[in-house]
Structures are given as C-alpha cells and as structure tokens.
C-alpha cells in the first residue's frame, strides 16, 4: 500500500510541476504580447506561436478539402459550411488554390443526386467562378427544399379531397 501511495504521490508531484511550468510559460507569453504597442506585432507575434503550419497539419486540411463528401441524405447548407470552413483554414496556411479548382472541388464533391446540375453549370463553359457556383447550388436548393414542401402540400389536399 505504501508503494501506491508513494507512486501516486509521485505522479500527482510531476502533474503540478508540468502544470506549473505550462502557467509560468503562459505568464511568459502574455507578459510577450503585453509589451507590444502595435496591433500587427501583436498579430504576428500571436500567430508565431499559436498557428501551426506544420506538414501534418497541412496534409490533415488538404485530406479533408480533397476528401469532402455531401452524404445523400446530407445537409447542403452544412456541406457548404464545412467547406467554407475548410477553405478559411487552407487560406490561414498560406495555401493558394485557384477559385476555379475549389468550384471544381466542391461539385465533384456532391452525390450523384446532383448531376443534373453539375451538368448545367459545367456545359458550355471554359471556366468555372466559386461565387457562380455557390449561388447556382443554392438557388437549387432553394428549389428542392420549396418543392418538397409543396408536393407534401398537394398530396394532403389530393388525399382530403378523397376522403
């Protein structure tokens, strides 16, 4: 029993020296940034030491852009959020991606549901713009959502009129 107690003890000792040193190095880093008088300074100095650029962060990002899907019976409004998001965090990387490979990203991203409007979008043209495509997306779903509400509509009066 006294081993435990002792081991414990030795542990929860190493637990707040670790503790100790992350609080003193955050005192450290704040005490940094306080004796900065410009904003960008600030900001540069900030940046240095919270955002990570490492190649397993970029990697991990570029899977999830590359990797994105819109499941079937997924949220439109929540996949464009995702990639939006995405796209933000690439963009904090210093990664450049032309406007026309991310609407290409995104529309080889949707189920196979949305071909027909992959297709429209595409036909006929030599370059693609992001912000064309997004608002083409979202007036379709605009669409599919008003005439889903309206087809649950005419069925309630088709059946009341039956009955």
Do not use: C
């Amino acid at each position: 029993m006294d081993r435990i107690t002792s081991s414990l003890a030795g542990e929860g000792e190493e637990y707040l020296n670790e503790r100790m040193n992350n609080q003193s190095t955050e005192k450290e880093r704040r005490q940094e940034v306080l004796d900065l008088t410009d904003s960008a300074e600030v900001w540069e100095k900030l940046e240095s030491q919270y955002k990570s650029k490492s190649l397993a962060t970029r990697v991990h990002i570029k899977k999830q852009f590359y990797g994105l899907r819109l499941s079937k019976d997924g949220s439109f409004e929540k996949h464009l959020d995702d990639f939006n998001r995405i796209v933000t965090q690439m963009s904090t990387l210093d990664d450049v991606i032309k406007e026309e490979d991310k609407a290409l990203v995104l529309l080889a991203s949707l189920p196979a549901s949305y071909n027909h409007i992959v297709t429209t979008l595409l036909f006929g043209k030599d370059t693609l713009k992001l912000d064309e495509v997004i608002a083409s997306l979202l007036m379709n779903e605009s669409r599919r959502s008003q005439g889903t509400s309206t087809s649950s509509h005419s069925e309630v009066l088709v059946i009341e009129s039956k009955g």
